[in-house]
């Protein structure tokens, strides 16, 4: 059985409720829109580094980082002396009077963009970035009709919904006025794949259709994830942004980078998600990883399509807490001195090559896919048919958790092993998730 690498540390005493009464107290007075992980749903109480102990003391791999959100690691020592020292301070004031946070973090947040993408503005989540963006784009080129993609995630707001191609995540009210979903560019199960060179172009000439036949031949917008996440990890073939931003722009529309789980050099060979691509938007949108764990998102532009929110008043009361900002400014820091964007490459490199090997093993495994620490399997009952191994996910992902590795699933199907970690994994930690899912895999 495949053991957790060695950790020096003891996590603290735990003496509050037990899991059956905290689920218990849920089922009676928190939503029950929210759902848990797992048939019997696990307490995680304390997090160090890349990895998570439950109530009893047990230690588990982190594999999600908390639906790819906390990016260099658990209560990361300097990220939480910048966020207690700034909470001992002052906590609150917004942005309508001078505080230097939300300036030295804007400073050195564009620097990290590439182009004129220089002018930041701090919101609290990935919904609310990409419902200002969208305000923005609108507001800029005076036009409505806005294109995303199948299989696409960008929130669970209203307007993010509208962006959003998932059934599930969409309810059954009025929505999505204006949007329309050009086909998803996916190698694996469209209809050009991976030996096709002009797939990237052939998948974007749908972006030119929807708008001909789909909108009144003007768009306000085009919006895509990098990678898409909760859709399984889907990578686009090459050139397709590149395609998809011309047709975009030849219509009157800005191109919008959703880089909230492929951003801060979770890729490994660049920093956002969209360079993979070879293309600068004209509007960023981040979240998760940007806040290792604190309620931050921004949306990055130029000075040109930001003077837009100048002619109304626009404000968010939390957008720019000092706090926000100085657990944002720490994050940055540390990706720099530790070096984290290498180390996504390079133990990405490591699974990716664990994940072809487990695919020689082991026919459930349809298809690996990713870039650096963004990876998804496929699992599949049949290489040829390709028909969607839900149940076996299931028990794959039930079995990765029994024997110390959390991981998450997606796609629409729920047959993708989403693997999504820390940014500050080891080779150890790696080589341990590889046994976990090989042992798991013969399980079913």
């Not at 590149?242 to 191109?255: I, N, P, S, T, V």
């Not at 990876?375 to 049949?382: M, N, Q, T």
């Not at 039930?398 to 999504?420: H, Y």
């Amino acid at each position: 059985m495949a053991t957790l690498p060695p950790f020096d540390y003891t996590p603290l005493p735990y003496d509050g409720p037990s899991p059956e009464e905290v689920l218990d107290l849920r089922k009676q007075y928190v939503s029950p829109g929210i759902f848990h992980y797992y048939k019997k749903p696990i307490m995680i109480v304390e997090g160090k580094g890349q990895y998570l102990f439950d109530e009893t003391g047990r230690r588990y791999l982190d594999g999600f980082g908390g639906i790819v959100t906390v990016s260099v690691g658990h209560c990361h020592p300097e990220v939480v002396a910048a966020a207690n020292l700034q909470n001992e301070t002052i906590s609150h004031t917004t942005t309508i009077y001078l505080h230097p946070n939300i300036a030295l973090y804007a400073k050195e947040l564009a620097a990290k963009m590439p182009g004129d993408l220089k002018v930041c503005y701090f919101v609290n989540s990935g919904s609310e970035a990409n419902d200002l963006a969208m305000l923005m784009a609108r507001a800029y080129t005076g036009n409505y009709d806005a294109i995303a993609l199948r299989n696409a995630y960008h929130g669970g707001s209203p307007s993010a919904m509208a962006l959003t191609s998932h059934h599930t995540w969409k309810f059954n009210v009025p929505h999505s006025f204006g949007v329309q979903h050009a086909r998803m560019p996916d190698i694996y199960r469209g209809p050009f794949g991976s030996d096709d060179p002009d797939a990237g172009k052939k998948y974007a000439a749908d972006v030119e259709d929807l708008v001909r036949f789909g909108t009144s031949g003007r768009i306000a917008a085009f919006i895509a994830e990098s990678i898409q996440g909760v859709g399984g990890t889907v990578v686009f073939p090459e050139g397709y942004l590149k395609h998809a931003y011309e047709h975009a722009r030849a219509a009157g529309g800005l191109c919008i980078a959703d880089e909230v789980q492929a951003g801060f050099g979770r890729t490994g060979t660049h920093f956002w998600g969209f360079e993979t691509q070879g293309v600068i938007p004209d509007i960023v949108t981040m979240a998760k990883g940007i806040g290792n764990g604190c309620p931050l998102a921004a949306v990055v532009t130029t000075p040109e399509i930001a003077k837009t929110l100048a002619t109304r008043i626009h404000f968010n009361t939390f957008g720019g807490n000092p706090v926000s900002m100085a657990q944002g400014r720490a994050v940055l820091r540390v990706i720099e001195k530790e070096g984290l964007q290498v180390n996504s490459l390079k133990i990405g490199a490591r699974l990716t090559a664990g994940f072809h090997r487990l695919a020689e093993k082991h026919s459930l495994i349809g298809q690996v896919r990713g870039l650096g620490l963004m990876l998804g399997v496929e699992l599949v009952k049949d290489r040829e048919t390709k028909e969607p191994a839900r149940d076996e996910c299931a028990a794959v992902f039930e079995r990765c958790k029994e024997l110390g590795l959390l991981i998450g699933k997606g796609g629409l199907l729920g047959n993708v092993l989403r693997i999504k970690p820390p940014m500050c994994i080891t080779e150890a930690d790696a080589d341990f998730m590889l046994e976990v899912i090989d042992e798991s895999l013969a399980s079913v």
